[in-house]
């Protein structure tokens, strides 16, 4: 039995090291953790509490979740913010989602076969978007704070709001 030990390890490691490959998101888990990280195209997930992440490249889907993290980014399709205090900086993004309360986001809303969408729950969130094509705003909870403004040619957005104290507007 003991000679086989050795193999079986192999054996796991092995499975181990193939669910990993196939597993395509960059996870950054932790407290106080700053990195630069190139997206590759893949999911990123980053979680705990206050981290600092550049995040470059495209990337798919981009979840921030935890408390006092800050996050940039160039390019993702989909981005998810949850938890408090967060403040993410980045470049376009088709679909956004901030839930939870008083996380900052700032980010360029961009259509692809779809609207851009942008999705708030919670409280107290304060998001600033530039329109660059047909989007729609979907706003509920709490005290949100949405300064829209739009890059040439974009219409207006189709807004949706629900909940109380809740603020859409253009950006002046």
Known sequence: MLLRLPVITAAMLAVISLAHAADDELTIQGIGISRDIDCQGKNV??????????????????????????????????????????????????????????????????????????????????????????????????????EWSKADGAPNPEVRSSGALNSIKRKK
């Not at 996050?71 to 399709?77: A, C, D, K, L, R």
């Not at 259509?111 to 979907?138: F, H, M, Q, W, Y």
Request: charged residues 20%; glycine residues 14%; proline residues 2%.
């Open 45 to 146: 997930g980053v979680y705990g509490a206050e981290n600092e992440i550049a995040l470059t490249g495209q990337c798919r889907t981009i979840t921030v979740h935890g408390s006092k993290h800050k996050v940039s980014f160039e390019q993702g399709q989909t981005l998810s913010v949850s938890g408090s205090d967060n403040v993410v900086n980045g470049g376009r993004a088709n679909d956004v989602v901030v839930s939870v309360a008083k996380n900052i986001v700032t980010t360029t809303l961009e259509a692809g076969e779809e609207p851009g969408k942008l999705k708030a729950t919670g409280a107290n969130n304060k998001i600033t978007l530039v329109l660059s094509g047909p989007s729609r705003l979907d706003v509920g909870g709490v005290e949100q704070v949405v």
